[in-house]
């Protein structure tokens, strides 16, 4: 995969275990999941961060747009007919829809075919967290904290890092197409907080509804009807497993099993764990596709986890310390 790519100094795979494990270690340490509720949001964040490498197998025989109508469409049936819609305006729905399905994943999955690899979408995609913190301050009009400038300054340095040495399987249009799908996460992280539904996967199913139009239109256009055509007749079992991976397991799985989770433990204690998705993403990469993984790789890595861990867990350190 990195044929083109100027040859940089690397580190052993054994050194990509050093932040999992010290991540692990935390999040075993200072929270109260029982094991079976651990080993539930281990399989919950690890389907999350492989998912990467299963896009990138999906797009070697199919388009990027159809790809992500496929999922979608088979993310809405046939659970729908078993799922009622939440009580939440129509309004909500499709811009959930839009933003999830044609800007977060549509845009995701075009970078995904030739301009970042999939280890450092799964990075760089987590920026939507401190994207929504931006925003949500920016609409209660509070200002940011000291320990969130701190997250904000590592993430921006991760991002930065990954720029300045752009080059071949990873392009400078790769990296700002991954930025914006991860603004557009951050406009579908308020949709849904200002829908408030009672039970988020029946949001996401019915949402699902409105991404599948316009993504089928947009490959219509940009695909065309041959690539459509080919992509479907030539689709391999493997090609369809990945597209029902990511609708059942990414999006039916991960948001049940989530939500479940976050019903029975308080936010602060589920949370810390998708810490962990960047880091199967980065791994599974490494482990199944050969991604190689010079210094300034793990550099950039470290800087954007370091800045979501700070997100993450100075308001729990917080909390502790002030607490009376």
């Not at 450092?120 to 400038?149: C, N, P, Y």
Request: contains cysteine; charged residues 10%; positive net charge.
């Amino acid at each position: 995969m990195a044929c083109c790519e100027k040859p940089a100094p690397t580190f052993s795979r054994d050194a990509l275990g050093l932040p999992e494990k010290r991540l692990i270690g935390a999040i075993m340490n200072s929270h109260h999941l029982s094991l079976r509720d651990f080993l539930l949001a281990l399989a919950v964040v690890a389907v999350w961060g492989t998912n990467f490498v299963v896009i990138r197998l999906a797009l070697d025989e199919l388009p990027a747009l159809l790809l992500a109508a496929l999922r979608f469409a088979f993310a809405f049936l046939p659970v729908a007919f078993f799922l009622p819609r939440p009580r939440v305006r129509w309004a909500y729905l499709v811009t959930y829809g839009l933003l999830i399905g044609v800007g977060q994943f549509g845009i995701l999955f075009i970078a995904m075919e030739q301009d970042i690899t999939p280890g450092l979408a799964s990075v760089i995609v987590q920026m939507q967290v401190f994207f929504t913190i931006a925003l949500f301050g920016w609409r209660s009009g509070e200002r940011l904290r000291g320990f969130q400038w701190i997250a904000l300054l590592l993430g921006v340095g991760g991002i930065a890092v990954i720029i300045a040495n752009a080059s071949g399987t990873t392009t400078p249009l790769g990296v700002a197409l991954t930025l914006a799908a991860a603004l557009a996460w951050t406009g579908g992280n308020l949709a849904a907080k200002e829908a408030d539904p009672p039970n988020m996967l029946a949001f996401v199913v019915w949402s699902s509804l409105f991404a599948v139009p316009p993504l089928f239109l947009l490959s219509l256009v940009f695909d065309g009807p041959q690539a459509i055509a080919t992509g479907l007749s030539h689709a391999s079992a493997g090609a369809w497993a990945a597209v029902l991976w990511q609708s059942i397991g990414n999006s039916l799985f991960g948001y049940a099993a989530w939500g479940w989770l976050l019903q029975r433990h308080q936010a602060a204690t589920v949370t810390p764990m998708a810490l962990l998705v960047p880091v199967f993403g980065m791994g599974a990469s490494i482990a199944l596709l050969g991604e190689d993984f010079p210094s300034w790789k793990a550099l950039a890595a470290v800087l954007i986890i370091g800045g979501l861990a700070i997100i993450v867990l100075a308001p729990r350190w917080i909390a502790r310390k002030t607490a009376p």
